[in-house]
């Protein structure tokens, strides 16, 4: 399980063993239906995005990312 704040609701892990040993879950997060895809994301990529973070004077609290976005489908029905 996954708690998203942004959201502000848990999730089901994606993965079958929810380890996330090698990788950084991700959320991405339909802001039309709520519907939320986990996707994950190498730790080199996060590290980067840390030392970003830490040179403007900030730490990270949580390397978990809430992206906020559009879904396909909404993205359709929109159209
Ligand atoms: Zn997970
Ligand atoms: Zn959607």
Same mark, same amino acid.
């Given at each position: 399980?996954?708690? @998203?704040? @942004?959201?502000?609701?848990?999730? +089901?892990?994606?993965?079958i ?8 879950p991700?959320f991405?997060?339909?802001?039309e ?14 590290? +980067?995005?840390?030392h970003?973070?830490?040179e403007?004077g900030?730490? @990270? @609290? ?11 489908q909404?993205?359709?029905k929109?159209?």
């Open positions: 399980m996954h708690k @998203l704040n @942004l959201a502000n609701k848990f999730v +089901a892990c994606s993965y063993t929810c380890t996330h040993e090698y990788d950084i991700q991405l997060i339909c802001n239906c709520q519907r939320v895809k986990e996707i994950s994301i190498k730790v080199s990529t996060i590290k +980067a995005l840390k970003n973070v830490e403007a900030f730490h @990270l @609290l949580s390397p978990q990312l809430e992206i906020n976005c559009i879904c396909d909404c993205l359709n929109a159209a």
